[in-house]
Nanobody
């Protein structure tokens, strides 16, 4: 079965950096669009960043543009989210997601596979 396993979350001070990783198995990773989404208590899961199957196309939420970078290594079946200049409002559970499509996916409803999430806490 498909498994997406996130790692790299933790506690960091405002202005600091974290790098999230998501290791995928059970799917043809090289043809999957991948994304990162986040959720805080009482709110809907929101889009953060996405990357196309070949890594050429990316998209970001306005709130993270210029600070976060999504990338992927198809040889390692892994997608990354480099988060710099972190703010308190970035605190959330971050989820990795996959969609078997060649298109870029920004709508959370179009992702068919999800990881269990990793907590990111930014202290101000």
């Amino acid at each position: 079965q498909v498994q997406l396993v996130e790692s790299g979350g933790g506690l960091v001070q405002a202005g600091g950096s974290l790098r999230l990783s998501c290791a995928a198995s059970g799917l043809t990773f090289s043809i999957a669009a991948m994304g990162w989404l986040r959720q805080t208590p009482g709110k809907e899961r929101e889009f953060v960043a996405s990357i196309s199957w070949n890594g050429i196309s990316t998209d970001y939420a306005e709130s993270v543009k210029g600070r976060f970078t999504i990338s992927r290594d198809n040889a390692e079946n892994t997608v990354y989210l480099q988060m710099n200049s972190l703010k308190a409002e970035d605190t959330a559970v971050y989820y990795c997601a996959a969609a078997l499509t060649f298109r870029l996916v920004v709508n959370r409803r179009n992702y068919g596979y999800w990881g269990q999430g990793t907590q990111v806490t930014v202290s101000s």
